[in-house]
Structures are given as C-alpha cells and as structure tokens.
C-alpha cells in the first residue's frame, strides 16, 4: 500500500481547493518505466472507477487501478521544496533496487 506524508496530504488538499475541486480525490497511474524506475502520474478525479483501489485519507481519498497497485506498494509520497528542482511531490519507492540499463530493466 502506497502512503502519504502529512505535508503531501497538505499540499493536495491545498490544489484541491485552488482548483474548485472540492471532494475530488487524486488518481495515481503508471506512465511507464524508466532508468530511475516506475513513473507515476497523478490527475483529480471525482470518484472511483470501476475496479479502483482507495485508500481514505481526512480530506480526500487516493485512487489507483491493480497495475500500479504493484509498482506502488511500498511507496511514499512526499512533498518537496527545493529551489534547485522546485515545488512538488515525488513518490519515492524503497523496493528500487537499482538499474542496470535504461529500458524498464529496474527492479
């Protein structure tokens, strides 16, 4: 299961309300695979869709379909202020072992 630090959660619900998305929650999909590994996206949606995972959180809820589910287990997401790469979140995956080669070899 994927978790979400307190200042990530803030950060969201923050967006949410900026964007008049008020009880929407954020659907985590799989872009593809990288040399840094799986990679992530993340849009609002307004609710689950068929075959969705949820993960409730006070403000608003998580959603993501069972092939991220795998590439997301473990995972947190965080929120990040730096001023050389900015203003954001970022899922960092413990289970990334490192990478041979670019092409989805990482596991």
Known sequence: MVTI???AE???FDLLEKNKKA?????????????????FGMSFQ????DGDKVV?????SLFYDEETAKELDECVIEF???PNFGT??????????GCASCGGSCR
Do not use: H, R, W
Not at 30 to 36: E, I, K, N, P, Q
Not at 46 to 49: F, H
């Open 23 to 39: 009880g929407y929650g954020v659907k985590i999909y799989l872009a593809g695979m990288a040399c840094s590994g799986p990679q």
């Open 10 to 12: 803030k950060f969201v």
């Open 80 to 82: 990040v202020d730096d």
């Open 46 to 49: 307004e609710k689950e869709a």
């Open 56 to 60: 409730k959180l006070e403000k608003f």
């Open 5 to 7: 630090t307190a200042d």
């Open 88 to 97: 954001g979140l970022t899922i960092n995956n413990p289970n990334l072992k």
